[in-house]
C-alpha cells in the first residue's frame, strides 16, 4: 500500500501540489489522470522518490520514506520501484542492452549477470533484435519497451510510467499498455501510470483525477473482471 499524507510541494513561491491524501492500493493498476502541467508528474516523482514533498508523508510499505536518508533511501528506491520516464530517456551512447542493464551496475552487479538479465527481459518484451543498437536506431515501441526493460530490472514492487503513450502511434500505445497491464497482472506488481490518454482508462483499476495540483479519487477499487484483459496473443512477461 502507498499511502499519501498531507502532501504539499511548492519550488519556491510556486505551489503545485496541494494536501494530497491518496491511498494507493498493492497490486493495482493506477492512472493518474490530468492534463499536461496538471501536477501528476510531479506527484509520480514524489511517490518513485524522484522529489521530495515539501510537507507531508509518503509511507510505502509501512516504511516513512520521508525519513529514509543516504545510502538507505537509495537502497528502497532502487530496489522498491521502477521507472519508466516520459520520452523514453535512453542514455544515446549506449547500446538497447546497456540502457537496460544500467541499474544492474549501479548496483554493483556483475557484467555477466546484468547481459544476462538484459537478454532475458528483452526477451520477454520481444526486443532481442536491438539489443545491440543504439536508441536512435529503433523504433519508437522498440525504445519504450527498452525502457520498460529497464524499470523491470531489478524485479520491483512498484513500477511508475510517466506518459508512456506519449511518443507512440496508436497500435504501439495500445501494445505498451497492455504490456504494463499484463505485468501488473502476472507480477503482481503496482502500476501507477501518468497519462492524459482515455486508453489507460480502460486498464486502469483505481482512476486518480489531478487538476490543479488537487487530487481525487474518481473510480477506485473496481474488479480486474471490470478492467480490459489483453488479447491471448498479446507479449506475455
Given at each position: 500500500?502507498?499511502?499519501?499524507?498531507?502532501?504539499?510541494?511548492?519550488?519556491?513561491?510556486?505551489?503545485?501540489?496541494?494536501?494530497?491524501?491518496?491511498?494507493?492500493?498493492?497490486?493495482?493498476?493506477?492512472?493518474?489522470?490530468?492534463?499536461?502541467?496538471?501536477?501528476?508528474?510531479?506527484?509520480?516523482?514524489?511517490?518513485?522518490?524522484?522529489?521530495?514533498?515539501?510537507?507531508?508523508?509518503?509511507?510505502?510499505?509501512?516504511?516513512?520514506?520521508?525519513?529514509?536518508?543516504?545510502?538507505?533511501?537509495?537502497?528502497?528506491?532502487?530496489?522498491?520501484?521502477?521507472?519508466?520516464?516520459?520520452?523514453?530517456?535512453?542514455?544515446?551512447?549506449?547500446?538497447?542492452?546497456?540502457?537496460?542493464?544500467?541499474?544492474?551496475?549501479?548496483?554493483?552487479?556483475?557484467?555477466?549477470?546484468?547481459?544476462?538479465?538484459?537478454?532475458?527481459?528483452?526477451?520477454?518484451?520481444?526486443?532481442?533484435?536491438?539489443?545491440?543498437?543504439?536508441?536512435?536506431?529503433?523504433?519508437?515501441?522498440?525504445?519504450?519497451?527498452?525502457?520498460?526493460?529497464?524499470?523491470?530490472?531489478?524485479?520491483?514492487?512498484?513500477?511508475?510510467?510517466?506518459?508512456?503513450?506519449?511518443?507512440?502511434?496508436?497500435?504501439?500505445?495500445?501494445?505498451?499498455?497492455?504490456?504494463?497491464?499484463?505485468?501488473?497482472?502476472?507480477?503482481?506488481?503496482?502500476?501507477?501510470?501518468?497519462?492524459?490518454?482515455?486508453?489507460?482508462?480502460?486498464?486502469?483499476?483505481?482512476?486518480?483525477?489531478?487538476?490543479e495540483g488537487r487530487v481525487g479519487v474518481v473510480g477506485a477499487n473496481r474488479d480486474e473482471n471490470e478492467a480490459v484483459r489483453m488479447d491471448d496473443g498479446a507479449t506475455t512477461v
Amino acid at each position: 500500500m502507498i499511502t499519501l499524507s498531507g502532501v504539499n510541494k511548492s519550488y519556491g513561491k510556486k505551489q503545485v501540489l496541494f494536501d494530497v491524501n491518496l491511498e494507493i492500493p498493492t497490486g493495482s493498476f493506477t492512472m493518474l489522470r490530468g492534463v499536461s502541467g496538471s501536477g501528476k508528474s510531479t506527484l509520480m516523482s514524489i511517490i518513485g522518490g524522484i522529489e521530495t514533498a515539501t510537507s507531508g508523508a509518503v509511507v510505502i510499505d509501512g516504511q516513512d520514506a520521508g525519513k529514509l536518508k543516504g545510502k538507505a533511501r537509495t537502497e528502497f528506491y532502487r530496489h522498491k520501484v521502477g521507472f519508466v520516464f516520459q520520452g523514453f530517456y535512453l542514455q544515446p551512447q549506449l547500446s538497447i542492452g546497456e540502457n537496460i542493464a544500467l541499474m544492474g551496475m549501479f548496483a554493483g552487479m556483475a557484467k555477466l549477470k546484468r547481459e544476462a538479465r538484459a537478454k532475458e527481459l528483452a526477451e520477454k518484451l520481444g526486443i532481442t533484435e536491438v539489443l545491440m543498437q543504439k536508441p536512435a536506431e529503433v523504433s519508437g515501441g522498440q525504445a519504450e519497451r527498452a525502457c520498460i526493460a529497464r524499470a523491470m530490472f531489478m524485479n520491483p514492487e512498484i513500477i511508475l510510467a510517466d506518459e508512456p503513450t506519449n511518443n507512440l502511434d496508436p497500435e504501439n500505445a495500445r501494445n505498451v499498455i497492455e504490456m504494463l497491464k499484463r505485468i501488473q497482472v502476472e507480477m503482481g506488481a503496482t502500476m501507477i501510470v501518468a497519462s492524459h490518454d482515455a486508453l489507460v482508462e480502460k486498464y486502469a483499476t483505481q482512476i486518480v483525477e489531478v487538476r490543479e495540483g488537487r487530487v481525487g479519487v474518481v473510480g477506485a477499487n473496481r474488479d480486474e473482471n471490470e478492467a480490459v484483459r489483453m488479447d491471448d496473443g498479446a507479449t506475455t512477461v
